[in-house]
């Protein structure tokens, strides 16, 4: 069990090496779960000792964790070269290759609330690309419910609430 757990921290490693943007523990699971490498279980206690031993970083809000590979992740994935088969690597590449755009719209599109002091809400709403913010806006909502509505419309109409104030504001 501790080799093929070493197999599964590895290919995650490998995942976040390829990619230049963070990936979300759904697209991370989804990929070795729709290969049937392992269970859910599985990849979660690989991920989970991953950040325990500080090779990858996490960033999180409400509804999502963003998990990047840090500089002792990328070494520790160089000493290995050989322990990930040539057949999951093109996985991998194959499942980015088929994705990435997908993959990329997932995690840049971000939505997340916090309490204010005045027992209201405040959202935070962002389009990144890169790391660099394209948008960053702040709305205040009056009640939870409101401000995950916010979250969960954001995700969805994005795009159309980004042209519409460039629109906007460039006329």
Not at 19 to 35: G, R, Y
Not at 151 to 169: F, I, P, T
């Amino acid at each position: 069990m501790a080799e093929a757990l070493t197999q599964y921290k590895l290919i995650v490693l490998y995942m976040l090496d390829h990619v230049d943007f963070p990936l979300t523990n759904t697209q991370i699971s989804n990929f070795v779960l729709e290969k049937e490498y392992t269970t859910y279980f599985t990849i979660q206690q690989a991920i989970s000792e991953l950040i325990s031993a500080e090779l990858i970083r996490t960033e999180s809000t409400h509804n999502n964790t963003h998990y990047y590979i840090t500089p002792a992740g990328r070494e520790t994935l160089s000493y290995f070269p050989d322990k990930i088969s040539s057949a999951i690597k093109d996985d991998v590449l194959s499942y980015f290759a088929e994705n990435k755009m997908e993959l990329k719209q997932e995690i840049s599109v971000i939505a997340d609330y916090y309490k204010t002091t005045g027992q209201e809400f405040a959202v935070r709403c962002q389009i990144k690309e890169k790391e660099r913010s394209l948008i960053d806006l702040t709305i205040a909502a009056k009640s939870r419910e409101q401000a995950e509505a916010i979250c969960a419309n954001w995700q969805k109409q994005d795009e159309e609430v980004y042209g519409y104030l460039m629109d906007l504001l460039l006329q």
